[in-house]
């Protein structure tokens, strides 16, 4: 079933970051495609394969648009953006994964240590990116191992 998420937030209403919003944890404030949006951290770990080895995913290469990637991952039919997706969430980005390990190294979000999380950001048709959060590592992987994923919303912000 698919969780009816926080669309838009209020600058006013914004909380310090590492408080809670739209059902998880406010990280940041950033830019995407022209428009300031909060990244938000949910708690929910998602475990599975990116996707299938040797698909292209055309839709799933922004730097920046986990969202957009995600729902092209989903189209494609991979099960962890189709679960990211239900909760009303998406995989992060590249962009947004690092904008996490800033916020975990100033202490306001938990994320796991001791596993490579998939970013939503396709490498190549048999590899997609992924985050190492003890060091803040970014390389990429074979989409066919089962990663973790911590999804996140991106409220745009009036």
Known sequence: ???V?????????????????????????YWLNGEERALVLLDDELVGAWGEY?????????????????????????EIAIKALELGAHIPSCLEGQLLMAAKADGLVTLREDRWHYMSTQYS??????????GGWLGFSAKGNERVARPVRSLPIR
């Open 1 to 3: 079933m698919t969780q």
């Open 5 to 29: 998420a926080q669309q838009t937030i209020a600058a006013a209403e914004l909380p310090e970051r590492g408080q809670p919003l739209a059902g998880g944890i406010f990280a940041t404030r």
């Open 54 to 78: 040797g698909q292209d995913v055309p839709g799933a290469k922004s730097y920046s648009d986990g969202e957009a990637n995600t729902r092209a991952m989903a189209e494609a039919g991979s």
């Open 125 to 134: 048709a048999t590899s997609a990116y992924l985050m190492d959060f003890e």
